[in-house]
């Protein structure tokens, strides 16, 4: 019995362990200090744990196309605040405003998302209402 009991433990706590892992720092990939905005089209969405992604195709001061990993809180926590799994669809046209990614990269922490129309949402609380600017 209690062999299996600590084989239970074990398993548990590997699993625990593994799944801390998979998850990061927020100032390991963005930074606190530095802003920006982008513009584009959204050309996939990801509503999942631990962060919703939304890959973003914009055109860059070259006139080439680049994609952007927006990402921001999980799916849960966006569920909370009125998001559902289609407030960000493929084809949708927006501005997105956050924090940008560590090093160059082409990452954005969204705190604001404006859509063609005016409409606004963020994902804070009652951040997904259609209010416009």
Known sequence: MFS??????VLIGLLHASGAQAHHSFAAEFSYDEFGTIEGEVIEVLF?????RFFVAVINEAGEEEIWDTQTSSSVGLTRFGWVKDSLQVG??????GNLGRNNTRKLWIRKVTF???RVITPTPGGAASEKD
């Open 4 to 9: 299996k009991l600590l084989s239970c433990l």
């Open 48 to 52: 999942v744990n631990p962060h919703a």
């Open 92 to 97: 949708d046209k927006v501005e997105m405003e």
């Open 116 to 118: 063609e129309d005016g």
